[in-house]
């Protein structure tokens, strides 16, 4: 059974760094076809993706936010780590990390369904103020 | 890589279907096997009912589908049930391993 839960702070000022961990169970960081993602939803407002990190340790992150994003992996920790610079108000928002669906086709060769995250962290709220 | 397009919120009785559509671009929706959609309750983690455009994950109910035609996917859930009412999100690829959500739909379900 996978599971992942977000932490960190739930208070920042303005310009400080964000940085925030997902424990995750379940998986391996470093399994073939794994990935663990970030998405963040401000209050009232719609999901935004931020950030991708693979079993290989590639890194993805949203264009928009691409400039102050870090996602790294501590596969011994089982933990993928986020971290936004010069924080917001705008920033204020639930932040989710989830798993990347994957699955064996027919043949059993490994598909990843990119678009995809199959379980959710219960995410953790962050309020952006001085 | 701007949000993909939902109506803001649509609307049913118990029993009927309703339909929300998602519109991107060729660069995503239309040059994409790759949407999803989320439901989403008051206060809770988004939960995955379509894959693929069209696959259903194990445990989901089969009167959610999805299909996609050009730039525009869509999720259809016929005969609408009360716990059906929450938020909908569509999801699509964009390239390089990205993805871009949509502006999210609110069902009620009347």
């Known amino acids: 059974q996978i599971t992942l839960k977000e932490s960190g702070p739930t208070l920042v000022k303005p310009t400080q760094t964000l940085t925030l961990t997902c424990t995750f169970s379940?998986?391996?960081?470093?399994?073939?076809?794994?990935?663990v993602g970030w998405i963040r939803q401000p209050p009232g407002k719609a999901l935004e993706w931020l950030a991708l990190?693979?079993?290989?340790?590639?890194?993805r992150y949203s264009p928009s936010l691409k400039n102050r994003l870090t996602i790294t992996k501590d596969t011994s920790k089982s933990q993928v780590v986020l971290a936004l610079t010069n924080v917001d108000p705008v920033d204020t928002a639930t932040y989710f990390c989830?798993?990347?669906?994957?699955?064996?086709?027919?043949?059993?060769?490994?598909?990843?369904?990119?678009?995809?995250?199959?379980?959710w962290g219960q995410g953790t709220g962050v309020t952006v103020s001085s | 890589q701007s949000a993909l397009t939902q109506p803001r919120s649509v609307s049913g009785s118990p029993g009927q279907s309703v339909t929300i559509s998602c519109t991107g671009t060729?660069?995503?929706?239309?040059?994409?096997?790759?949407v999803s959609w989320y439901q989403q309750h008051p206060g809770k983690a988004p939960k995955l009912v379509i894959f693929?455009?069209?696959k259903r994950p194990s445990g989901v109910p089969d009167h959610f589908s999805g299909s996609k035609s050009g730039n525009t996917a869509s999720l259809t859930i016929s005969g609408l049930q009360a716990e059906d009412e929450a938020d909908y999100y569509c999801?699509?690829?964009?390239?390089?391993?990205?993805?871009?959500f949509g502006g999210g739909t609110k069902l009620t379900v009347l």
């Open positions: 989830a798993h990347r669906l994957y699955y064996y086709d027919s043949r059993g060769y490994i598909r990843m369904s990119l678009s995809a995250f199959d379980v």
């Open positions: 999801c699509s690829y964009a390239g390089g391993f990205s993805v871009v």
């Open positions: 693929d455009v069209t």
């Open positions: 060729s660069s995503d929706v239309g040059g994409s096997d790759y």
């Open positions: 990190i693979q079993w290989d340790d590639d890194k």
């Open positions: 379940g998986f391996s960081a470093s399994d073939s076809g794994v990935a």
